[in-house]
């Protein structure tokens, strides 16, 4: 009489692996679940902060004069890149005009110290947007290595046990070893999400750095002008030249 065939799948695996191959599967679980995580926190961070970084440059580029962006950014706060670099390079500004070089830190002129503040602001920023994805990056890289570790490892134990048994058909050895595959299949799994979201955020943080760098030598020529926004002959009322007709002067 034909025997009752032994149902193949991922529950079977498990019942039949050890701690090895059950602590391997838990692993490349929770590799997908901190992947997914920083996926969508990062996803959803880099939406606000292009939509908010969009905003407070159309205001900066329609604004008729620092100071105006300023009260603007103290009135909401910075809260994206583009504001926090110019806050901190307009306080720069103001705090050498106000006490001069008083410490090692703030020696030079004040288009110096500016510059050094822009430069820590825009390596503080860099900072941040690497934030995560080392560990997507570790998670793309290491996760197919875990599940092929895992199906050798199932493989052993499945050819061992078949060796004690002494059934070496084919529907015997396919069956277990089918099994061990899982894991691998699980380890693609878990990777290819975190290395297609690794590049896209690598890019977009590129994107990002590039439009900071030159929005940035911008903001060091407003502030390398002074007041002369304000000390040039002003048209009439309600004509004066926004930065972004001075810029384009």
Request: aromatic share 8%; hydrophobic share 50%; proline share 4%.
């Amino acid at each position: 009489m034909p025997q009752p065939q032994t149902p193949l799948g991922i529950s079977h695996f498990l019942a039949q692996t050890d701690f090895v191959g059950t602590a391997l599967l838990v692993l490349l679980l929770a590799m997908s679940v901190i992947s997914w995580v920083l996926i969508a926190i990062k996803g959803v961070s880099q939406a606000v902060r292009a939509r908010r970084s969009e905003q407070f440059l159309r205001l900066f580029w329609n604004a008729r004069s620092l100071e105006e962006v300023n009260a603007e950014i103290a009135t909401h706060g910075a809260r994206d890149p583009f504001s926090h670099l110019a806050a901190h390079a307009m306080h720069a500004q103001a705090h050498h005009a106000k006490y001069g070089a008083a410490r090692l830190s703030e020696a030079g002129s004040a288009q110096d110290f500016v510059t050094r503040t822009i430069k820590k602001v825009l390596d503080e920023e860099n900072t941040r947007l690497e934030n995560g994805l080392t560990t997507l990056a570790t998670i793309g890289a290491t996760a197919p290595f875990v599940g092929l570790f895992g199906t050798v490892w199932g493989v052993y134990h499945a050819l061992v046990a078949i060796g004690i048994s002494g059934a070496g058909t084919l529907d015997k050895v396919a069956g277990p070893v089918g099994e061990a595959l899982i894991m691998t299949a699980i380890g693609l799994a878990v990777a290819v999400p975190a290395v297609v979201a690794y590049n896209a955020f690598s890019r977009g943080n590129r994107v990002l750095n590039g439009k900071l760098d030159a929005f940035a030598f911008e903001l060091l020529t407003f502030l390398s002008m002074g007041q002369a926004l304000q000390s040039a002959e002003r048209p009439q009322q309600g004509s004066m030249p926004s930065l972004h007709a001075v810029a384009g002067a």
